[in-house]
């Protein structure tokens, strides 16, 4: 009894989206990581162009996971409306994120992939905290 009572405890829809989207973000930072590896190893394409290239098609993943799986209730029905938002947050992210990568490379000296882990952690948190107030209720 006291089991399920604590099961029931933490699987509140707030905390079930919060594990959903760390799930579709795994995944959408798997498809940002292997595109930024590629961009910047196969071509030699600096790190901060190819991370905005990465970064856009993990937001796409991100996205579609998101509106299909992750949140449950939309604030808006106006889909391309919530679309437009959800990009606007996602480049608020991406100024976040190129900052957070920018500082772990340039001023900490890290190394690609952890500064890209610690980038994508940052940005983590701020894209769902902006999106649940603003799209997802």
């Not at 394409?45 to 796409?60: D, E, K, P, T």
């Amino acid at each position: 009894m006291l089991k399920m009572a604590a099961t029931r405890t933490w699987a509140k829809p707030g905390r079930i989206e919060l594990v959903r989207y760390f799930v579709a973000s795994v995944f959408a930072l798997l498809v940002d990581i292997a595109l930024l590896m590629l961009l910047t190893q196969a071509f030699a394409i600096h790190y901060l162009a190819a991370n905005v290239l990465s970064f856009v098609s993990g937001s796409i993943v991100a996205y579609l996971i998101s509106t299909h799986w992750v949140f449950e209730k939309h604030r808006l029905s106006n889909k391309p409306l919530e679309y437009l938002i959800f990009v606007l947050i996602g480049v608020l992210g991406l100024g976040v994120n190129e900052a957070a990568l920018w500082t772990c490379m340039e001023v900490l000296v890290w190394s690609l992939l952890p500064a890209k882990l610690v980038s994508a952690c940052i940005s983590f948190l701020f894209n769902f905290a902006a999106r649940k107030i603003l799209l997802f209720t």
